[in-house]
């Protein structure tokens, strides 16, 4: 799903060229005046607590294929980043939940499959009982204390993991 390579105008047909368009190297038609603009697709993190642990998920399909991470998708078009981030967590870990708040908003390049990403991480309360992997995305769901989690997610949380008051 990495960017596709236009090489025609999807309006007209005609071959595309390259050069400066708003600042940046972009494909533009000479005929219609389209421009190609590369964005990054909406993704959304549920960064799922219950009584102080954290809710994660080991992938069972690429990207991170075997990693343990925060349940995550795309949002759908029609549906609110908030609507996405309640949607993918009940898919992936079989719980649902109650959004606290947004956490933080970023950029994050998967050279693996997707290409460039806006990742929007929300805070959420799971407010029902036992997990599940539910989806054939998901091989297992657990929670872990804030000292248990993965070195690899552990470091790129510790602000947050600080400001949520995840136990350790």
Known sequence: MLPIDYRYCPECSTPLSEG??????????????FVRYENPLPVVV???????????IRRAIPPKKGYWGFPSGFVESGETPEEACLRELEEEAGVSGEIQ?????GRLEDTELYGDMLVVTYLVRVTSDTPVAESDE????RYYSASELPSYLA???RDVI???GGTS
């Open 162 to 164: 600080e400001e949520v």
């Open 155 to 157: 470091r790129s949380l």
């Open 138 to 141: 998901v091989d297992e769901v």
């Open 20 to 33: 400066m368009v708003d600042g940046r190297l972009r494909k533009y038609c000479t005929q219609c005046h």
């Open 46 to 56: 549920a960064l799922a607590q219950k009584d102080g642990r954290f809710l994660l």
């Open 101 to 105: 708040r947004l956490l933080r908003v």
